[in-house]
């Protein structure tokens, strides 16, 4: 079995301690994910380390922004190949999570993943964001909604702030330079009913890539008009 110095180093500069099993789950969803790339677009990365650092271990950075707090309810939206939902259920089991992807073969391929890695107290679902945040058994339900989604934090926060509980958080997972987005996104954030809570820069561990999360409070309840409808928050941002 292959291990990885670098997602272990890396799991230790951010707090975590990693068990052999869950390094074995580690090993195993990069597998899958070479061999199921080969035959559909997943990612661009694939060698080996660059995984470990720009996959793995990225997602693993969100408890820079949040408390590691046990049993909480987490959804993923947009989440492709299953980043970050599939490293936080290996290092957090304790955490239940739903997967959300508009694309049906990634779904497929999330749940091969989950099957070979025999994770419990997961589960994927097909569909667009917009339409799921309008379902009452999805909608105000999460106390963590996450998204490491390419697309602008007003139109991400339009997506993500609907599913999240009133005192529960939506983390959006953003490149170096966010500071243009965060100005930018303040009055969708007010009128979906969040506030910013945090901003935090950093480097993945052992990396020069630079990272920014932000962490948005949900301190009231989204107005019902929201998500618009399919496409509208992507092309027309509220502003």
């Known amino acids: 079995m292959m291990k990885s110095e670098i997602l272990e180093k890396g799991c230790q500069q951010l707090g975590l301690s990693m068990s052999e099993h869950q390094e074995q789950q580690f090993m195993k969803y990069y597998e899958l994910l070479i061999e199921w790339n ?9 060698e080996f380390d660059e995984v470990m650092q720009k996959h793995f271990l990225d997602s693993l950075t969100i408890v820079k922004g ?7 309810c987490v959804l993923d939206v947009g989440t492709g190949a299953g980043f970050p939902g599939i490293p936080l259920k290996i290092m957090f089991p304790e955490w239940e999570i739903v997967l959300l992807d508009s ?6 391929f999330l749940d091969e993943v989950i099957a070979q890695l025999g994770l419990e107290k997961i589960r994927t679902i097909h569909g667009r964001a917009e339409d799921f945040a309008k379902k009452q058994e999805y909608r105000e339900q999460f106390d963590l909604v996450v998204s490491r989604a390419v697309a602008n934090l007003a139109s991400l926060s339009e997506y993500c702030l ?3 509980r009133e005192g529960g958080k939506f983390v959006s997972y953003k490149a170096a330079n966010a500071d243009a987005e965060l100005d930018e996104s303040g009055k969708a954030i007010d009128i979906l009913g969040g506030k910013i809570d945090k901003v935090e820069k950093f480097q993945i561990p052992d990396t020069d890539m630079d990272r920014t999360l932000v962490v948005v409070k949900k301190i009231r309840k989204t107005p019902g008009k929201y998500p618009r409808k399919a496409g509208m928050p992507g092309k027309e941002p509220l502003k």
């Open 38 to 46: 080969k035959v559909m677009n997943l990612t661009a990365i694939t």
């Open 162 to 164: 609907p599913y999240v």
């Open 66 to 72: 949040i408390e590691k707090t046990e049993h909480i």
């Open 103 to 108: 694309l049906n073969k990634r779904i497929k």
